[in-house]
């Protein structure tokens, strides 16, 4: 993690779960991080648990992915307080309890759409035009995706409605961005890190998942594997990754 000290991770999603372990392990590492979520409140309670030296380095701030202004807004000030970001972790996503064919989802499926897919568009994009506009060569694109972007597991009483879908859309998009990289001539890398089931806020006691007793992951390992990923020699790109945890049945 040498050649990432105080340089600026920009970390979305970062209220929570995944994106808060996230932010703790970059941070805990020698970098700069911004935390973008919609939650402001979480993100100073973050701040505030962080120890003194780490907290100075972390900087939250309320933005909506799923809303392109908010992400354009976002990291213009992140070109203009901290100078531009060198790494993107890709982390905001929602899910939703409804099936496809309900009545009355159309709010839900966009939702899922704007935030899964646009969002993940817009940040990579303003992160990447930020780079390029540094001359900076080196920077790295982290995708949260999901085993449910490879496959579609079958959970009895549950569907994955358009959140599979989304999460296909992003396993195509990380080639995609892989091609404009290498096409703009840069050494840019990007990530797809396909965890399973992770044990996270979104799931209560009423949860399919938690009423089956389905094993899971913990957000600290999805965050241990972003920082594996981001500290490969400059020749090596982990273009997937997929990670299950132990008893996995899909």
Known sequence: MDRWQNRVAVVTGASSGIGA???KDLVAKGMIVVGLARRVDRLEELKAALPADQ???FYGRQC???VEQQVIDSFAWVNETLGGADVLINNAGI???IHLIDEGNSADILNIINTNLLGVTWCTREAFL???????NDGHVVIINSIAGHGVPMVPGYSLNMYAPSKHAI???TEVLRQEFMN???L???TSISPGVVNTEIFDETSPEIIAGMPMLRSEDVADAVTYCIQTPPHVQIHELTIKPIGEKF
């Open 188 to 190: 840019t890398k990007i």
């Open 184 to 186: 703009k001539a840069t």
């Open 171 to 173: 396993t195509a998009l």
């Open 55 to 57: 907290s100075s380095r």
């Open 64 to 66: 909506d992915v799923s």
């Open 21 to 23: 372990e996230c932010c």
């Open 130 to 136: 930020s780079m390029k506009k540094r001359k900076i």
């Open 95 to 97: 899910i939703r309890r």
